[in-house]
């Protein structure tokens, strides 16, 4: 079972920043897809960044300008960095890979973290 651990949340004034990290932990030879969605409570999960293997990447229009989707293949690893923090980014942050290939083959579910938390105030 792929588990995915985040990291790098956290409560921040606005105008701040923070690097929000995502790591699968298991023997996984390549990821299609991985990337980061955000959640507010009463609301619908929404995407924030996602990045492919190929390097491609697309954002939300709130995230362009402002945050920077990163991802380190051989440690099954994607960034999210997050500059110039509104009080409206405040969300649980998740992580999200699509389609992988481990020592079982192919898998083209999709997972999620946990979730880390995000809070910008002053």
């Known amino acids: 079972q792929v588990q995915l651990v985040e990291s790098g949340g956290g409560a921040v004034q606005p105008g701040g920043s923070l690097r929000l990290s995502c790591a699968a932990s298991?023997?996984?030879?390549?990821?299609?897809?991985m990337g980061w969605y955000r959640q507010v409570p009463r609301q619908e999960r929404e995407l924030v960044a996602i990045?492919?293997?190929?390097?491609?990447?697309n954002y939300a229009d709130f995230a362009k300008d402002r945050f920077t989707i990163s991802r380190d293949n051989p440690k099954n690893t994607v960034y999210l960095q997050m500059n110039n923090l509104k009080p409206e980014d405040t969300a649980v942050y998740y992580c999200?890979?699509?389609?992988?290939?481990?020592?079982?083959?192919?898998?083209?579910?999709?997972?999620w973290g946990r979730g880390t938390l995000v809070t910008v105030s002053s």
């Open positions: 990045h492919s293997r190929t390097g491609s990447t």
């Open positions: 298991e023997t996984i030879f390549s990821i299609n897809v």
């Open positions: 999200n890979v699509v389609g992988l290939t481990t020592d079982r083959g192919f898998d083209a579910s999709q997972y």
